[in-house]
């Protein structure tokens, strides 16, 4: 794992199309803006993490002939609170 400091408006740049700004320092909390192309799918780790549990419990409960219960949307919940700025 590579650890970097960054202050307010710094940025670090991943490859030769992603860059992530810190914006605000407000706290124990860190707002980052990404910018990417957009093919590049941006996911916060928890919400990944819950959409792979969701997505394996399907599967099991299919193979076991039972409904599934629809597994929740990666896309919405990733971005409910994210903005895109132009």
Do not use: C, W
Request: proline share 5%; hydrophobic share 45%; no cysteine.
């Amino acid at each position: 794992m590579l650890v970097l400091t960054r202050r307010k408006n710094q940025s670090i740049v991943i490859g030769d199309d992603i860059v992530v700004t810190v914006l605000e320092v407000k706290g124990d909390q860190i707002r980052l803006g990404i910018t990417a192309p957009r093919d590049v799918q941006v996911y916060r780790e928890e919400l990944l993490a819950a959409l792979s549990e969701a997505n394996k419990s399907a599967v099991l409960a299919e193979g076991a002939g039972q409904a599934a219960p629809p597994a929740p949307s990666a896309r919405g919940a990733v971005f409910h609170r994210a903005r895109r700025v132009a």
